[in-house]
């Protein structure tokens, strides 16, 4: 089976081809165009802004994708595309265009879940998921605790109840000045600052449930550096060590919690978090030394792709399904 997927829920244009045999995944392209040059001036995404830049790339996207692949567009066995959550704007442009190919190339149209499928980014690795498991799921706009029974049956039993952890992520890098997005900006600095340097809270880490919360987090962090009198770079450094090992705590701790009273087998990483290699290896130490097998999609593959959107297609049937883009939509 061959899946062009299509991705344009928020700051990424992006197509791929994937390739099913027997089960097996091979990605034969997966063509993402950043638009983070365009947003960094304004500090974050803009969203009319994105939906007009996806305009532009979107048919060059699909193409790249096609011929890197050495496909044309009558291998293809159905089109998958995000049709939500995301910005309502930046959604459109996929779901139009994926329709209009759909219906002039006469081919099947799944619209898919964008959390689901960065869930099914660690599908990619091929490796064999042993179920029940738990997945933390960790994006700019979700933090999630997903239980998995299956492949396909799954239920979310946590969540963040206001900011997700990539966005306190992205906030305390904006406070640090140091540009956008800011996952990858503080994880690089921390490397070189003192994770106890700076005491921040741990919330909710010992509360009997799995939800997560990052807004006072990212408070105390202001808070904090508005003491500060002078803010150089050791100690930006030890403020983005500091604040990391604080989320990374609470997300380590309420998903092994959720693992062991679940009585899973399995933990899995994903989303565009779980780019962050401290937040890698602690999940996979813990979840290892907790006796649980550990999953995590490859590390280009968990921020947004259409990799993954073609994945979760595989998944999901695909007769009489009604398209629309739904930037609200959840596991
Ligand atoms: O999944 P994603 O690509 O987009 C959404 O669906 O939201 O996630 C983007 C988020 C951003 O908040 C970004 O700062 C964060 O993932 N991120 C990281 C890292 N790389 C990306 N956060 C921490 N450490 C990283 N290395
Ligand atoms: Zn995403």
């Given at each position: 089976m061959i899946i062009l997927g299509i991705e344009t829920s928020c700051d990424e244009t992006a197509a791929a081809v994937l390739e099913i045999k027997q089960g097996k995944f091979k990605v034969l392209s997966n063509i993402v165009s950043s638009q983070i040059n365009l947003h960094k001036k304004y500090g974050g995404v803009v969203p009319e802004l994105a939906a007009r830049m996806h305009t532009e790339n979107i048919i060059e996207v699909v193409n790249q994708a096609l011929s890197q692949a050495k496909i044309?567009?009558?291998?293809?066995?159905k089109i998958a595309v995000t049709a939500?959550?995301?910005?309502i704007t930046a959604l459109l442009v996929g779901v139009q265009t994926a329709k209009t190919l759909a219906y002039a190339w006469n081919k099947p149209l799944v619209p898919i879940n964008h959390m689901k499928a960065h869930l099914y980014a660690s599908w990619l690795e091929n490796k064999k998921i042993t179920f029940p498991a738990v997945a933390l799921l960790v994006s700019g706009g979700h933090t999630e605790i997903i239980y998995l029974k299956s492949n396909t049956t799954m239920k979310k039993i946590g969540q963040t109840v206001d900011d997700a952890a990539g966005e306190a992520f992205d906030k305390v890098a904006a406070l640090l000045k140091?540009?956008?997005?800011?996952g990858p900006k503080i994880s690089l600095l921390a490397q070189k600052g003192?994770?106890?340097?700076f005491k921040f809270p741990r919330p909710m880490?010992?509360?009997?449930?799995?939800n997560f919360s990052f807004a006072g987090l990212k408070t105390a962090v202001l808070y904090t550096v508005q003491k500060i009198k002078n803010l150089n770079m050791q100690t930006k450094a030890d403020l983005a060590a500091s604040f990391q090992q604080a989320s990374i705590d609470v997300l380590v701790s309420k998903t092994i919690k959720a693992a062991k009273q679940h009585q899973v087998k399995t933990i899995i990483l994903s989303g565009?978090?779980?780019?962050n290699k401290l937040l890698r290896q602690t999940l996979e130490t813990q979840a290892k030394q907790n006796g649980f097998n550990f999953f995590k999609p490859p590390h280009d593959l968990?921020?947004?792709?259409a990799a993954m959107i073609a994945a979760a297609a595989y998944f999901e049937?695909?007769?009489?399904q009604k398209v629309t883009a739904n930037p609200n939509i959840s596991i």
């Amino acid at each position: 089976m061959i899946i062009l997927g299509i991705e344009t829920s928020c700051d990424e244009t992006a197509a791929a081809v994937l390739e099913i045999k027997q089960g097996k995944f091979k990605v034969l392209s997966n063509i993402v165009s950043s638009q983070i040059n365009l947003h960094k001036k304004y500090g974050g995404v803009v969203p009319e802004l994105a939906a007009r830049m996806h305009t532009e790339n979107i048919i060059e996207v699909v193409n790249q994708a096609l011929s890197q692949a050495k496909i044309t567009p009558k291998n293809l066995n159905k089109i998958a595309v995000t049709a939500g959550p995301g910005l309502i704007t930046a959604l459109l442009v996929g779901v139009q265009t994926a329709k209009t190919l759909a219906y002039a190339w006469n081919k099947p149209l799944v619209p898919i879940n964008h959390m689901k499928a960065h869930l099914y980014a660690s599908w990619l690795e091929n490796k064999k998921i042993t179920f029940p498991a738990v997945a933390l799921l960790v994006s700019g706009g979700h933090t999630e605790i997903i239980y998995l029974k299956s492949n396909t049956t799954m239920k979310k039993i946590g969540q963040t109840v206001d900011d997700a952890a990539g966005e306190a992520f992205d906030k305390v890098a904006a406070l640090l000045k140091l540009g956008y997005p800011g996952g990858p900006k503080i994880s690089l600095l921390a490397q070189k600052g003192n994770n106890k340097a700076f005491k921040f809270p741990r919330p909710m880490i010992n509360e009997n449930n799995f939800n997560f919360s990052f807004a006072g987090l990212k408070t105390a962090v202001l808070y904090t550096v508005q003491k500060i009198k002078n803010l150089n770079m050791q100690t930006k450094a030890d403020l983005a060590a500091s604040f990391q090992q604080a989320s990374i705590d609470v997300l380590v701790s309420k998903t092994i919690k959720a693992a062991k009273q679940h009585q899973v087998k399995t933990i899995i990483l994903s989303g565009g978090v779980a780019a962050n290699k401290l937040l890698r290896q602690t999940l996979e130490t813990q979840a290892k030394q907790n006796g649980f097998n550990f999953f995590k999609p490859p590390h280009d593959l968990c921020t947004d792709n259409a990799a993954m959107i073609a994945a979760a297609a595989y998944f999901e049937k695909d007769k009489n399904q009604k398209v629309t883009a739904n930037p609200n939509i959840s596991i």
